[in-house]
């Protein structure tokens, strides 16, 4: 941690590495006029460890108010270069004497930090966007349908750098190959199911799940004719998909024998078993707690509503630091791992869907592949920027993206607007989420000071000098004036 102790307000900087929340403390109570965090450009050559640390950190951090400032700032040449200095001055003073450090607080070269911008103030009449689309099945009008839904939004303690590669741009990415995959299959009539599919990306996911709030309103309470409103066989939502050898189905309700919901979980356990030998599966049961402030998972947004809904993860509970991190970057999230877990996903729909045996499962893998390319410039897509929903308004072009992903593959594509109660908000965001700060190299304020004090004193001394002269010289004269004789 680099800073000055003596006679200044001090900016705190400190690196990744360097970070703990013991030591964010101590500068809050040190009345610290900001803290600069630095973040390496390429997460990936942090150690695991130090990763993992902080994604601990980040909820302590967002709970803490405080009246200090903190940035965050990704490392390049001149911030190096200022935390270099700025640590070798703060080291030379704490093992010197105070003449020392007072001679060197007064010739040492400082740095002044100044941000860009006005005070954050909240935003009015912010939209958040969910998208809808659907595959038709054949064969009548009562058909059941099966939901595929993922959030795509990402969060963590600084907007700008909230990326979301595993959580969810996994899970988007997985969404919007299963539409490609059974787009291509619902264009052939001996493949086209007597499933209708729905697919739903939905907004505001870091948000309690808002987006999916709002369409369960609008498709239950506020119309007479939808896809949820009848048959729904059961609700399958995708979340950090990522990373791990662990695949878990979250439920709030064990599925029934002999329901839809059982034969996905059979055939997941089925598939993973035996060509995934290598992935472990499982069941975590939770019921849903209507006391907490906010829910575990998206599935349970449905199953309030009482409809058949589940989440597939990686992660074996909801409370992972994972799922909330500056951290869930590209260069850590598996293109392996997710590549597998599609394959297992898709699998497992299409065995219930056609209700196939493991003879005619075979024919329909030709037709089913997953396309791994695709797959990896969905995820490099999806994490080239950050996605937080502060940051993702209706114009955006990530949503204007994936609204053409999807009618690429889907039917009836349309958006779905999420605005917040004016008189009740259940979200509010500000702007000022990213700004320019500036550092300036300036001598200390007590070097302005000492300055005067010597010119003042080498005025002073020169006046003396001059007054001194002017006598001396007086004096001088009257000694050596010659004398005149009078008579």
């Known amino acids: 941690m680099a800073f000055s102790m003596v006679l200044s307000r001090r900016c705190v900087m400190v690196r990744l590495a360097d970070f703990s929340y013991e030591k964010y403390q101590k500068a809050l109570r040190q009345s610290a006029g900001a803290v600069v965090i630095i973040l390496p450009q390429n997460m990936s050559t942090m150690p695991q460890d130090i990763v993992q640390q902080f994604m601990e950190l980040e909820p302590e951090l967002l709970a803490t108010e405080t009246i200090v400032p903190v940035y965050f700032a990704l490392e390049d040449e001149e911030l190096l270069s200022i935390y270099t200095q700025t640590q070798i001055s703060s080291s030379s003073q704490g093992s010197s004497s105070a003449a020392e450090v007072l001679l060197h607080t007064a010739t040492a070269n400082g740095f002044q930090m100044v941000t860009s911008g006005a005070q954050s103030k909240a935003v009015s009449d912010w939209a958040i966007t969910s998208l809808e689309g659907r595959l038709t099945g054949a064969g009548g009008e009562d058909l059941p349908t099966i939901v595929l839904v993922a959030h795509y939004d990402s969060f963590g303690v600084a907007p700008w750098l909230s990326y979301g590669a595993d959580?969810?741009?996994?899970?988007?990415?997985?969404?919007?190959?299963?539409?490609?995959?059974?787009?291509?299959?619902?264009?052939?009539?001996?493949?086209?199911?007597?499933?209708?599919?729905?697919?739903?990306?939905?907004g505001g996911g870091k948000f309690n799940y808002q987006g999916t709030k709002?369409?369960?309103?609008?498709?239950?309470?506020?119309?007479?004719?939808?896809?949820?409103?009848?048959?729904?066989?059961?609700?399958?939502?995708?979340?950090?998909?990522?990373?791990?050898?662990?695949?878990?189905?979250?439920?709030?309700?064990?599925?029934?024998?002999?329901?839809?919901?059982?034969?996905?979980?059979?055939?997941?356990?089925?598939?993973?078993?035996h060509q995934h030998p290598d992935l472990k599966f499982s069941m975590v049961h939770k019921k849903i707690n209507l006391a907490d402030d906010t829910l575990a998972w998206e599935h349970e947004r449905f199953g309030i509503r009482r409809l058949p809904a589940f989440t597939l993860s990686h992660l074996?509970?909801?409370?992972?630091?994972?799922?909330?991190?500056?951290?869930?970057?590209?260069?850590?999230?598996?293109?392996?791992g997710l590549s597998r877990n599609t394959k297992v996903i898709a699998e497992a729909l299409a065995r219930v869907i056609y209700n196939l045996t493991e003879k005619v499962i075979a024919v329909l893998r030709s037709h089913q592949q997953v396309q791994e390319d695709q797959l990896a410039s969905l995820v490099d897509w999806l994490t080239a920027q950050p996605r937080a929903a502060q940051l993702l308004d209706k114009d955006s072009s990530i949503v204007n993206t994936l609204e053409y992903y999807l009618s690429r593959y889907l039917k009836d594509v349309k958006r779905h607007l999420v605005r917040a109660d004016k008189r009740d908000p259940e979200f509010v965001f500000y702007d000022q989420l990213k700004q320019t700060m500036n550092a300036y190299r300036v001598k200390p304020a007590i070097f302005d000071l000492l300055l005067a004090v010597c010119i003042a004193s080498y005025l002073g001394v020169l006046y003396l000098a001059v007054q001194n002269f002017g006598l001396l010289y007086g004096f001088l004269r009257r000694v050596t004036a010659p004398r005149v004789k009078q008579h």
């Open 316 to 336: 074996e509970s909801h409370r992972s630091p994972a799922r909330h991190s500056i951290m869930d970057m590209r260069s850590v999230s598996s293109l392996e």
């Open 214 to 273: 709002r369409w369960l309103e609008d498709n239950l309470d506020h119309t007479d004719s939808s896809l949820l409103q009848d048959n729904v066989a059961f609700v399958l939502c995708l979340d950090t998909l990522g990373n791990s050898d662990n695949l878990h189905l979250h439920v709030s309700k064990p599925p029934k024998e002999g329901s839809p919901q059982h034969a996905l979980l059979r055939e997941l356990e089925t598939v993973a078993a």
């Open 167 to 202: 959580s969810n741009g996994s899970g988007v990415a997985v969404l919007l190959e299963l539409a490609r995959l059974f787009s291509r299959l619902y264009s052939y009539k001996r493949t086209h199911a007597g499933y209708n599919l729905l697919f739903f990306l939905s």
